[in-house]
Structure formats: C-alpha cells, structure tokens
C-alpha cells in the first residue's frame, strides 16, 4: 500500500504555526500520522519538506493553498507507479494508527469492486480513507484548486468505517492540543 500524508494547509486556526509539527504526547502530529501509514511504500508528504526518521517524497499542491483535493492530486502526481491501494490521511489525526489504516485496507479489500474506505464517526472523513489508486486518478477534476474534496469523492461511494474512540478526532486549535495531552 502507498500513502498521501496531507501535512500542507494555513492552520489558520492554530494561529498559523506549523500544524505538523504540533506536539501531542511528546510526538509531532506528523510524527503520529508517518507512524500510522507503516510501512507504506512509495510515502508522499503534501506539504514543506520537514525533518523525518523515514525516507519521504515530498511535495507542494499546485498552486500553494489549493486546498486538500489539491494536494490529494500532487499527492497522486508524485506517485506516478503506484497501482494499488493509497492511504490518504491528514497530518491533524494523532489518534488514528496502523489498526485504523488497517481496517480500512481491510474494508476496502474485503469489497468487490470497492473503490474506497473511509472512516466514519457519523459523518464521512474524506481525509481520513484508503482508496484505489486508479480509481481515485479517474475521479480527479481536471481543476482541483479550491475543489471540495467531499463533492468530488463522494461519487465513488466509498465503504464506510465506523471510528473507534477518538480516531477522527483533530487538532484545529491550540485547546484541541491541550485536551488530548490531557487525555
């Protein structure tokens, strides 16, 4: 299985820091995310080259800021070989592991003709999924800049996953960080 870590984006609410490198139980969130993607090979990290303890490819959306259906597709485009199952999560997740990605690569096996899997917590996590790499290609807008990413893959009719505990929970402001430091 290959991954799209999507470690890009103003985190406007954060005040502007840098979102992956926010520290949740002594980890950068980026850390928390390499981790849960395993082994995943090719790895692509949407976003400003950072220091890692894995080997990454690196990549920026075109143009900067065009959101995450943007940074999905350069994702994408910096994998050209890649011709089965993709990761795509968020860098905001510290609660999402191995287990999680492996259930969806599960779901998303275990259904013929599937074209994706994507966690559920009572709504879908479109950030949150594995996908058919072909499949999700085909499905990419020729303008993915400021492209909704929910309008777009929700024609594919992915399978739905239920979140266990907190796996869909994200950081989005300094207080999200505080409270799962808490926990």
Do not use: Y
């Amino acid at each position: 299985m290959a991954a799209v870590v999507l470690a890009g984006g103003a985190a406007t609410r954060l005040g502007g820091v840098d979102k992956a490198r926010v520290e949740v139980h002594g980890r950068t969130l980026l850390q928390h995310t390499l981790a849960a993607v395993g082994e995943a090979s090719p790895l692509v990290v949407v976003g400003p080259p950072r220091e890692t303890d894995r080997p990454v490819r690196w990549t920026l959306e075109s143009p900067a800021g065009g959101g995450p259906l943007a940074a999905i597709d350069a994702g994408l485009r910096a994998m050209p070989e890649c011709r089965g199952p993709v990761a795509v999560v968020a860098v905001d997740h510290p609660c999402v592991t191995d287990e999680t990605v492996c259930r969806l690569l599960t779901a998303l096996r275990a259904e013929p003709g599937a074209t994706g899997a994507v966690l559920d917590d009572g709504r879908m996590q479109w950030l949150l999924g594995v996908w058919q790499s072909e499949t999700l290609r085909a499905v990419m807008p020729e303008q993915v800049s400021g492209r909704s990413v929910r309008a777009v893959l929700s024609e594919l009719r992915p399978t739905r996953v239920p979140a266990k505990g907190a796996e869909a929970s994200d950081v989005d402001t300094p207080g999200d960080a505080r409270s799962f430091d808490a926990r």
